[in-house]
């Protein structure tokens, strides 16, 4: 990735919005507020004090684009007349996959799209392959995403967070991306997709969800998107976590709330 003359973040502005100097709203008619699909001018959430964020010719690109992102990824690509651009992967609050090109910080435009209503949190890239983390946040009203509450229904399970694995196909002459499902994987019964980590060979994929019965799960992507092992605190290798599920001892006592993940090879 080249160097770029301005940052760019993807914030998650959780329905944080002004009703007067310093103050904020919390609209009750609205579900799980404050999280809110609404952008948030930067200079909105200034620190008393402090230079405002624009001063530092910070850029926010869901102040910019409309809509309240989760997280972002970066990727450089070669066009087909040699130049290279910059693209943004956006994860949002019910706006799906947003790719912008960002090759010119200050004027980014939509590039492509995985459109889902679900509320995305960690978003990997790696290659052709996208891999978007849902971490639902109510059973009532379903945050996860299309394909995760379709295989909930067709098992009779509780809808639970878990990851969507979507194809990139990038147009080299116009240098737009094309989108598709490759398939999903549920995450751990009533729980999520907290954090992602792709395998640098693009074939593995790596989800954590910290909640009470903590796991960390093993997914194999040489063809469909495939739960391998899920790795787990001892006291849940008798519940549900592990039904149907080769299910792994982490090896130590008490709860075990894992987050961030690498792989060591």
């Known amino acids: 990735m080249r160097a770029?003359?301005?940052?760019?973040?993807?914030v998650a502005l959780m329905g944080i919005h002004p009703a007067g100097s310093g103050q904020t709203r919390v609209d009750a008619a609205v579900p799980l507020d404050p999280a809110h699909n609404t952008?948030?001018?930067?200079?909105?959430?200034?620190?008393?004090?402090?230079?405002?964020?624009s001063a530092k010719n910070i850029v926010h690109v869901a102040n910019v684009c409309g809509?309240?992102?989760t997280d972002v990824e970066f990727q450089s690509r070669t066009l087909a007349d040699g130049s290279v651009r910059d693209y943004a992967f956006v994860g949002t609050m019910g706006a799906g996959l947003r790719i912008f090109d960002?090759?010119?910080?200050?004027?980014?435009?939509?590039?492509?799209?995985?459109?889902?209503?679900?509320?995305?949190?960690?978003?990997?890239?790696?290659g052709d392959v996208a891999a978007i983390g849902f971490d639902p946040v109510s059973s009532t009203a379903p945050t996860t995403s299309e394909c995760l509450q379709a295989k909930a229904a067709s098992t009779g399970q509780r809808t639970s967070g878990g990851v969507d694995v979507?194809?990139?196909?990038?147009?080299?002459?116009t240098g737009l991306f094309a989108t598709s499902l490759i398939g999903c994987v549920a995450g751990n019964p009533g729980g999520g997709a907290h954090?992602?980590?792709?395998?640098?060979?693009?074939?593995?994929?790596?989800?954590?969800?910290?909640?009470?019965?903590?796991?960390?799960?093993?997914?194999?992507?040489?063809?469909a998107p495939t739960l391998l092992y899920r790795i787990v605190q001892a006291a849940s290798?008798?519940?549900?976590?592990?039904?149907?599920?080769?299910?792994?001892?982490?090896?130590?006592?008490?709860?075990?709330?894992?987050?961030?993940?690498?792989?060591?090879?």
């Open 4 to 10: 770029l003359a301005i940052l760019l973040i993807a």
């Open 39 to 53: 952008p948030v001018p930067c200079e909105a959430l200034g620190t008393p004090g402090l230079l405002p964020r």
């Open 67 to 69: 809509f309240v992102g």
């Open 102 to 126: 960002i090759t010119d910080p200050a004027h980014p435009f939509l590039a492509g799209a995985y459109t889902d209503p679900g509320w995305q949190g960690d978003v990997q890239v790696r």
């Open 166 to 173: 979507v194809r990139l196909a990038f147009d080299a002459g």
């Open 195 to 223: 954090t992602l980590t792709l395998h640098p060979s693009g074939t593995w994929l790596a989800m954590s969800n910290p909640r009470t019965h903590g796991s960390v799960d093993v997914v194999d992507l040489r063809g």
């Open 237 to 265: 290798l008798g519940n549900a976590v592990c039904a149907g599920v080769r299910c792994i001892w982490n090896g130590r006592s008490g709860v075990w709330s894992p987050h961030d993940l690498s792989f060591s090879r």
